[in-house]
């Protein structure tokens, strides 16, 4: 079992910046790949951006270049840096992690609010 937390959500105007974490804790983090999601109302939940047990990164092509994620092994924690942010960001952001491929299983985080509006 792993349980996630997510923290870092708020409130931000067009063109601000936000870094969400994900603290997670139960398993051996480094063996997991991470993502994070996103859901906003009537729309289904998004992949944003994600990294690998070994550090591979891809994002949506809606954050490319504006989004950033990381990870710290040492501290079972996943951020992700939101900067130029959009109206169109305003969403719940969900932390995965994911070991499916490796015949595991996948863990979702609570959620946390990501609103963009001036």
């Known amino acids: 079992q792993v349980q996630l937390v997510e923290s870092g959500g708020g409130l931000v105007q067009p063109g601000g910046s936000l870094r969400l974490s994900c603290v997670a804790s139960?398993?051996?983090?480094?063996?997991?790949?991470m993502g994070w999601y996103r859901q906003s109302p009537g729309n289904q939940r998004e992949l944003v951006a994600a990294?690998?047990?070994?550090?591979?990164?891809n994002y949506a092509d809606s954050v490319k270049g504006r989004f950033t994620i990381s990870r710290d092994n040492a501290k079972n924690t996943v951020y992700v840096q939101m900067n130029s942010l959009k109206l169109e960001d305003t969403a719940v952001y969900y932390c995965?992690?994911?070991?499916?491929?490796?015949?595991?299983?996948?863990?979702w985080g609570q959620g946390t609010q990501v609103t963009v509006s001036s």
């Open positions: 139960g398993s051996i983090f480094s063996r997991y790949d």
């Open positions: 990294i690998t047990s070994r550090g591979s990164t």
């Open positions: 995965n992690a994911d070991r499916t491929r490796y015949g595991g299983n996948a863990y």
